[in-house]
T-cell receptor, first 115, second 111 residues
Framework: DVKVTQSSRYLVKRTGEKVFLECVQDMDHENMFWYRQDPGLGLRLIYF???????EKGDIPEGYSVSREKKERFSLILESASTNQTSMYLC??????????????FGPGTRLTVT | GQQVMQIPQYQHVQEGEDFTTYCNSS?????IQWYKQRPGGHPVFLIQLVKSGEVKKQKRLTFQFGEAKKNSSLHITATQTTDVGTYFC???????????FGAGTRLFVKA
């Protein structure tokens, strides 16, 4: 069974704090993704990574950065948290084979509240 | 840029009624995926459609991919309370490598 874990289910941070959200997958997947989920907006891609140390901006990268030092771990960083970053954050991973699209396996999510 | 629109946003049905959610893309898709997210849970993959006009069934669920590969639908026959949740479509643009999610349709089933 593919397992994607996220470091916290719930997190409360103050405005201006630096926030790290960690994601680990155990299936040796090349691709990893960070989304945020807000009511009525669905899943919006923040960043994705197709290999170690490789990253690509998604649709809403502003205010976020990522790190992928090891294949199994993909971190999302909020350099200076703001209240508009209060959201549910979902990590996902998938295989990557040239030309193909594979199902994404999601972690349980981290509900971040910035006060 | 590529957009994937999904309607309706919400649907309330009586148990036993049918349900359909529709997904439309502004561009031609190379494939489309469907996911289900139970309340309080995370999205779980249901199926992927690749061919023009493709139809796939999973028990009471029927998935279709349009001939032009720009739209898709998920139809549930005789809904049950276990069908509650949010259904997302996700499409990959032809020639692209990003998968874009629709906003989802939240299904409520009244027993």
């Amino acid at each position: 069974d593919v397992k994607v874990t996220q470091s916290s289910r719930y997190l409360v941070k103050r405005t201006g704090e630096k926030v790290f959200l960690e994601c680990v997958q155990d299936m040796d997947h090349e691709n990893m993704f960070w989304y945020r989920q807000d009511p009525g907006l669905g899943l919006r891609l923040i960043y994705f990574s197709y290999d170690v140390k490789m990253k690509e901006k998604g649709d809403i990268p502003e205010g976020y950065s990522v790190s992928r030092e090891k294949k199994e771990r993909f971190s999302l960083i909020l350099e200076s948290a703001s209240t508009n970053q209060t959201s549910m954050y979902l990590c996902a991973s998938s295989l990557s084979v040239a030309g193909g699209t594979y199902e994404q396996y999601f972690g349980p999510g981290t509900r971040l509240t910035v006060t | 840029g590529q957009q994937v629109m999904q309607i309706p946003q919400y649907q309330h049905v009586q148990e036993g009624e049918d349900f359909t959610t529709y997904c439309n893309s502004s561009t031609t898709l190379s494939n489309i995926q469907w996911y289900k997210q139970r309340p309080g849970g995370h999205p779980v993959f249901l199926i992927q459609l690749v061919k023009s006009g493709e139809v796939k069934k999973q028990k009471r669920l029927t998935f279709q991919f349009g001939e032009a590969k720009k739209n898709s639908s998920l139809h549930i026959t005789a809904t049950q309370t276990t069908d509650v949740g949010t259904y997302f479509c996700a499409g990959r643009n032809t020639g692209g490598f990003k998968t874009i999610f629709g906003a989802g349709t939240r299904l409520f089933v009244k027993a």
